[in-house]
């Protein structure tokens, strides 16, 4: 016996199915490789994580030894041209902070194997090409930092009475070290370059220094 449908329910039916298909949601592999979806390639978490966990040591380590040359520079270099001898502190302890950061880079982050010099020079291009401008920024927010460290003399000797009064030991020895010296402009302007240079270079490392040929699938028979 044959059911007859009325035209008018079988457009209802059409407007709101009763059962609406499933459109599954691609996945990774069939994602397209637009812009942004290549930019978050370049970021995977647990490669990233590891970069920035020996980027922090690397930045570390490389402050720590800028801080020594600039403060021995200093000695020597008179203090109106701190915007030049932090300039000169960066070159000198370049070459040896970019070896700690090769290995680091090499057998934390990126583990790769073999191939030691041509990484170990690729990394000194990575880090060459924004020696410049690292080294024009530094300089120039010294100077920025020193007039405006003149200008706010007095709410900066205010604050730091104020910090002194939380601190004992060596932690107020380094703060006098620093408030008292003719560097601090340098100090802070270095700090604030090395931070800014991390994305960078770990971009560049990742696509220059460590890039990795992909695999061939040989297909089976």
Known sequence: MAVEVSSEQSVDDEIRPEHPPVVPIPQDPFLPKGQLQR?????????????????????????????????????VLPARFLYLTVVVASVVTMPFNITVAYFGYKFFVFRTKGNFLGEWLKCFA????????????????????????HRHAT???????????????????????????????????????????????????????????????EPSN
Do not use: C, W
Not at 189 to 198: E, F, Q
């Open 39 to 75: 930019l978050v390639n370049l970021f995977p978490g647990g490669q990233f994580l590891r970069y920035v966990g020996v980027g922090v040591f690397n930045t570390l380590f490389g402050y720590i030894s800028f801080v020594i040359a600039l403060t021995l520079l200093d000695l």
């Open 126 to 149: 990575v880090y060459g090409t924004g020696m410049i401008p690292g080294l024009v920024a530094v300089s120039a927010l010294t100077r920025f930092l020193q007039s405006t460290i």
């Open 155 to 217: 709410s900066l000797h205010t604050f730091l009475t104020s910090v002194e009064l939380h601190l004992d030991g060596r932690p107020l020895a380094f703060l006098h070290h620093v408030a008292n010296g003719r560097a601090m402009a340098g100090y802070i302007a270095g700090a604030v370059v090395m931070g800014v240079s991390t994305i960078y270079s770990f971009v560049g490392h990742k696509t220059i220094t460590f890039r990795q040929k992909p695999t061939l699938i």
